[in-house]
């Protein structure tokens, strides 16, 4: 068996490196320090409900794992006074929200570009802790639940600190606030991510080179 790092590291880096603008988010979030909540579940979303009320000077933006319409009602009316993404593209009332719903697909992994902290969600559930590399990419720390023994990436990443794992709301709030209230550790943190990601690249050349050195191919 050979080791031959992680093909998926190859996939964010290409997303990343090949970074297009989402419309409108560079504008919701003016100069404000931003947190973005990826692929988020129920379980997720109470961890920072009380955190979203408490700070209206950050601006938060949720991308729920589940975007049908009854899902999408229960966390807007979970976070008072946020706005979906559609409204807020079509300046409709609520342009001064400081929390935006994604109410579609396909822009998740841009998202976090425009993040200070990011959260993967997940993590406080059975299905498991979704993809924290697109965020750790862009070089953003990444906060996530405490199940995530199937993801061995989230553990490394936490040896190397550029991830965090918390328990309950509290947790949350503490290291949140740490973060943003200690530059240079935001800093270490957020190279740390980064740093994991490209360390775990090039699988895929590795690969391939491998397939055309023995002349194996498929079908």
């Known amino acids: 068996i050979t ?6 590291c190859d996939r964010v880096i290409n997303i990343a490196e090949d970074f297009k603008e989402v419309p409108g988010i ?28 408490k700070h209206p000077e950050i601006k938060f933006i949720i991308a729920p794992h589940e975007i049908d319409a009854e899902n999408l009602a229960d966390v807007k009316k979970e976070f008072e006074g946020s706005v979906f993404y559609s409204e807020w593209m079509k300046q409709v009332p609520g342009r001064e929200a400081n ?28 299905d498991g802790l979704h993809n924290i590399l697109e965020a750790a990419v862009y070089g953003k720390p990444v ?26 709301a509290p947790d949350l709030e503490k290291i949140v606030n740490q973060l943003l209230h200690n530059k240079d550790e935001l800093s270490s943190r957020s190279i740390a991510a980064k ?20 002349n194996l191919h498929f079908l």
């Open 3 to 8: 080791v031959s790092r992680d093909t998926r």
């Open 26 to 53: 560079k504008e919701f979030c003016g100069n404000n320090d931003t947190i973005v909540m990826g692929s988020t579940w129920e379980d997720d979303e109470a961890e920072w409900t009380h955190f979203v009320k």
């Open 99 to 126: 929390c935006l719903i994604i109410n579609n697909i396909g822009m998740l992994s841009r998202l976090y570009y425009y993040a200070t902290i990011t959260y993967v969600g997940g993590g406080f559930g059975d």
């Open 143 to 168: 906060i996530f639940g405490p199940e995530y023994e199937r993801n061995f990436e989230a553990g490394e990443m936490i040896d190397c600190s550029g991830a965090i794992s918390i328990n309950n």
């Open 195 to 214: 740093k994991y990601v490209y360390k775990n690249a090039g699988a895929t050349e590795k690969i391939i080179s491998f397939l055309k050195k023995n």
